[in-house]
């Protein structure tokens, strides 16, 4: 999985995949669960990790592993893994180096399931939070920490909220305390920002978004960044530092170095006790998909600001979060960490609160209520009535959703239908 010296878009099309003499020019799909080997003492190895290799597909497959590998490559990382779901994403990436009596601090403003995993599931488990808000001081960081802290969790851009977050500043405030930054990058995508190179240590995405971009496919990745040294904070994170006994007495970070031990450990005990694995035909989808990225979200932003402009403007829009607008409290990051554009997500609020809101939603023809975003097809959704609705509204207000918030996720349609269509439901209500 080295980087080789490819532009983002060449990595975009060629990455993670370079085809010897005769090979199959695209990806091919390895539908096979096992693989087979000549003698107990070849595959012995293998379960060792002695010897790299494929014995079961719950583990790794050669296909999803060429995707991974592209991944990898675009944010900046040294090794990278596919899971089943975003979900299973942040869960792995929290979970593979948090175990029960440890804590997390997290911004507040964060996808909604992601919400939910930190401050419910995982509390189920002993792992407790500290929420904080995305625009916390450093001193309001340096306090969100416990001696017990194993991670600080954020999104580059938050959905539904979409406040951008402060990735140098976040980091730091980790690497203060002796952990890494996990950074979901779902939203800005690797074309638009590369958390790792602003000092994230470990990158997730819902690939299920941009990545596969056509709401075809569920899925999720890791990448790390290789550069979060783990023996030098071996007391805070004895699943790398010290040997496995349900894997042969590996000590990962040992065996495998900063740029190996976070996804080794992920694959080989999370893995395999959990199995929340990618499908070949799933990554051979999303693969399709990450061929396209690098033109597809420069048009997604360009309708995004488009409609962002379009609404701003409107009077019976109360207000508009998109940090492409130069009146946003987040345009000044958005111009550091985003200076090819954010996304094509635009959040809006409806004159007229809550029931505004879903009327409006529902004169709009060319958008479709989804829950969904960030696929070619334009949608909407209302998250205070579905995504969020087992908030409260203190917890709605911490998370950035105001009840008469509607998020609109411009697909690749021509902006001025996108346009005429809000337009037109505007007038009705
Ligand atoms: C959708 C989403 C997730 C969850 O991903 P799934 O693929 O739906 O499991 C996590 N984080 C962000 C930012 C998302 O938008």
Redesign the pocket.
């Known amino acids: 999985m080295a980087n080789q010296p490819m532009s983002l878009g060449t990595a975009c099309v060629q990455g993670g995949y370079t085809p010897a003499n005769g090979e199959p020019r695209q990806i091919p799909i390895i539908q096979s669960t096992t693989f087979k080997y000549d003698s107990s003492d070849d595959m012995g190895k293998l379960f060792d990790l002695e010897a790299s290799g494929y014995f079961y597909s719950r583990l790794q497959n050669p296909t999803c592993d060429h995707v991974a590998a592209k991944l990898a490559q675009l944010e900046g990382g040294t090794a990278a893994m596919l899971t089943s ?3 299973a994403a ?1 869960f792995f990436a929290l979970f593979n180096i948090c175990n029960a009596g440890d804590h997390i601090v997290s911004s507040s403003s964060i ?1 909604g ?2 919400f939910n995993l930190i401050a419910v599931t995982m509390a189920k488990m002993g792992i407790t939070a500290t929420f904080v808000s995305p625009d916390a001081t450093d001193e309001e960081l340096d306090a969100a920490f416990q001696p017990n802290t194993k991670a600080v969790f954020g ?1 580059t851009i938050a ?1 539904p909220a979409l406040t951008v977050l402060d990735i140098e500043r976040f980091a730091a405030a980790a690497h203060r305390h002796g952990v890494p930054l996990i950074v ?1 990058n ?2 800005a995508t690797p074309i638009n920002c590369r958390p790792i190179e602003w000092g994230a240590d470990i990158v997730t995405h ?1 690939t ?2 941009y990545m596969d971009g056509h709401g075809g496919t ?3 990745a890791i990448i790390d960044g290789g550069k979060f040294d783990w023996m030098a904070h071996a007391d805070k994170f004895p699943g790398l530092t010290t040997p496995d006994e349900s894997y042969h007495g590996i000590t990962y970070a040992e065996r495998f170095g900063k740029e190996g031990a976070f996804i080794t450990k992920a694959t080989a005990q999370l893995m395999r006790d959990f199995g929340c694995t990618q499908s070949p035909i799933n990554a051979y989808m999303i693969n399709l998909g990450l061929e396209s990225l690098h033109v597809r979200m420069a048009r997604h932003c360009e309708n995004g600001q488009a409609v962002a402009e379009f609404l701003a403007s409107h009077p019976k829009i109360a207000y508009v979060d998109y940090c492409g607008l130069p009146g946003n409290a987040y345009h000044a990051l958005a111009q550091k960490y985003l200076p090819n554009g954010s996304c094509g997500v635009v959040s809006f609020g409806v004159k007229g609160g809550r029931d505004a809101a879903k009327a409006f939603m529902g004169y709009l023809k060319t958008a479709a209520i989804e829950t969904h ?1 960030a696929d070619a097809r334009t949608c909407c959704l209302h998250p205070a009535s579905s995504t969020h609705r087992q908030m409260n509204d203190e917890q709605l207000a911490a998370a950035g959703v105001k009840p008469d918030l509607v998020r609109m996720s411009c697909g690749l349609e021509d902006k001025a239908d996108l346009i005429a269509d809000i337009a037109q439901a505007l007038d009705k209500i």
Do not use: A, P
């Open positions: 779901s975003g979900q942040n996808y399931g992601t999104e959905n979901d779902t939203f819902s299920t978004k569920v899925g999720g975003v």
